[in-house]
């Protein structure tokens, strides 16, 4: 019985002790990784051209006023339309960190064109190319809350900026948005 009471506090005691041993969240893990990726993407944005105007245009969502990436023409396209968020488009693109580290290109396939849902790509990409026509190459730079966020995807580090260099060759099926009969 004089056994419970000791027993009764070291349990508490541990349980104090092991609570209170936190380990550092994402946020605080990467904070100079954080800090510098949203560096790199406010100096682009504020990036100007030899003639004084701004070397990105902001792309800003409907649904989110509030957020944009960037986007830079590379060369102009012969199409005429947009893709919509439910198309299927042919893309040839290189992906890398703000650091210049590549983390995926179709220029590593066989075929370097690939096809893709735009719906099912990171919504920095889909705000990319749904502002884009067939035979349009930008650069554009997705700050990391519409890119992976606070996740870790390969080599791709939470709170990422992500810099595309993105061709669009095609769209591969242009479909209609749901319309009431």
């Given at each position: 019985?004089?056994?419970?009471?000791?027993?009764?506090?070291?349990?508490?005691?541990?349980?104090?002790?092991?609570s209170?041993?936190?380990?550092?969240?994402?946020?605080e893990?990467?904070?100079?990784?954080?800090?510098?990726?949203?560096?790199?993407?406010?100096?682009?944005?504020?990036?100007?051209?030899?003639?004084?105007?701004?070397?990105?245009?902001?792309?800003?969502?409907?649904w989110?006023?509030?957020?944009?990436?960037l986007?830079?023409?590379?060369?102009?396209?012969?199409?005429?339309?947009?893709?919509?968020?439910?198309?299927?488009?042919?893309?040839m693109?290189?992906?890398?960190?703000?650091?210049?580290?590549?983390?995926?290109?179709?220029?590593?396939?066989?075929d370097?064109?690939?096809?893709?849902k735009?719906?099912?790509?990171?919504?920095?990409?889909?705000?990319?190319?749904?502002?884009?026509?067939?035979?349009?190459?930008?650069?554009?730079?997705?700050?990391?809350?519409?890119?992976y966020?606070?996740?870790?995807k390969?080599i791709?580090?939470?709170?990422?900026?992500?810099?595309?260099?993105?061709?669009?060759?095609?769209?591969?099926?242009?479909?209609?948005?749901?319309?009431?009969?």
């Amino acid at each position: 019985m004089r056994l419970f009471p000791h027993i009764f506090i070291f349990v508490i005691g541990t349980i104090i002790t092991l609570s209170s041993c936190k380990e550092k969240s994402v946020w605080e893990e990467f904070e100079g990784w954080r800090n510098a990726n949203n560096d790199y993407f406010e100096a682009k944005s504020a990036e100007l051209n030899s003639n004084g105007t701004y070397a990105y245009e902001r792309i800003v969502p409907d649904w989110d006023r509030g957020s944009c990436i960037l986007m830079k023409r590379l060369k102009k396209g012969s199409g005429t339309v947009n893709p919509l968020y439910t198309s299927y488009v042919d893309v040839m693109y290189k992906g890398r960190l703000y650091d210049g580290t590549p983390f995926d290109s179709t220029y590593s396939y066989v075929d370097s064109i690939t096809t893709l849902k735009i719906s099912s790509t990171v919504h920095g990409f889909t705000m990319a190319l749904t502002n884009m026509v067939e035979g349009d190459s930008y650069e554009i730079i997705i700050p990391s809350y519409l890119g992976y966020q606070d996740k870790e995807k390969g080599i791709i580090k939470p709170y990422s900026t992500l810099v595309f260099g993105i061709k669009l060759v095609k769209i591969a099926a242009y479909e209609k948005p749901y319309q009431k009969e």
